[in-house]
């Protein structure tokens, strides 16, 4: 890979850290949000919605830490 792709995939790989640093902040908040919830409500769809979009989330996270982690691989190659 030459020096011109290798910058421009760094540059990739700092704005998926971004995007995740900002995905750990909503998930967090989120996480917050979710365990205010009385536990009378916990059965609700609210709460069921909720949990789903925190696990979708997390998911998520998941796939950008393993796509930073695959560019860091090409990058130091």
């Known amino acids: ?3 011109n792709r290798r910058a421009r995939l760094s540059e990739v790989q700092n704005v998926l850290e ?3 640093a900002d ?3 909503i998930i967090s908040e989120e996480e ?3 365990d205010m919830i009385p536990e009378n409500l916990q059965s609700s769809q ?3 919605e909720m ?3 925190l696990d979708t989330m997390n998911d ?3 796939d ?3 796509a930073i982690s695959y560019i860091e691989e090409v990058i130091s190659k």
Request: aromatic letters at 4%; hydrophobic letters at 35%; glycine letters at 4%.
């Open 18 to 20: 971004g995007a995740l």
């Open 60 to 62: 998520a996270q998941s």
């Open 23 to 25: 995905l750990e902040e």
């Open 64 to 66: 950008i830490e393993s």
């Open 51 to 53: 949990t789903d979009n």
């Open 46 to 48: 609210r709460y069921e």
């Open 32 to 34: 917050e949000a979710v």
């Open 1 to 3: 890979m030459n020096k």
